[in-house]
């Protein structure tokens, strides 16, 4: 990952130094939000989890199956960042998949 700047969130002023309330209120305006918005970050979308030897792993080839520990039709877990934030269902979107989400994790939650 050369050539990436770490993130010091120091380097941002506080909500209150742009006039505003603080973070977690839900009238921040979009301008007090704009110095993240070119922030990368990871989303996974888990379908389900399994554990395997590596010597069936190794046995595995086109065509074959691995059990998840999901039932069909049970909400798929969101991850931002290794976070779960949220769970959802998949869809269809033209030819590609993709996920409604369902439920909002709080941090509270995500336990």
């Given at each position: 990952m050369s050539g990436?700047?770490?993130?010091?969130?120091?380097?941002f002023p506080a909500p209150q130094d742009f006039?505003?309330?603080?973070a977690d209120d839900d009238n921040v305006s979009a301008a007090v939000l704009s110095p993240i918005y070119d922030v990368p970050v990871i989303i996974?979308?888990?379908l389900g989890k399994t554990h395997v030897d590596v010597s069936t792993l190794l046995r595995l080839g086109r065509g074959?199956?691995?059990?998840?520990?999901?039932?069909?039709?049970e909400a798929i877990d969101v991850f931002v960042n290794n976070r779960l934030v949220?769970?959802?269902e998949v869809v269809?979107?033209?030819?590609?998949?993709?996920?409604?989400?369902t439920e909002i994790i709080k941090d509270k939650d995500a336990g």
């Open positions: 990436e700047k770490e993130l010091n969130l120091d380097e006039g505003v309330a603080a996974q979308a888990v074959s199956v691995i059990e998840l520990d999901r039932k069909v039709g949220a769970r959802g269809v979107v033209e030819d590609r998949l993709g996920v409604t989400m």
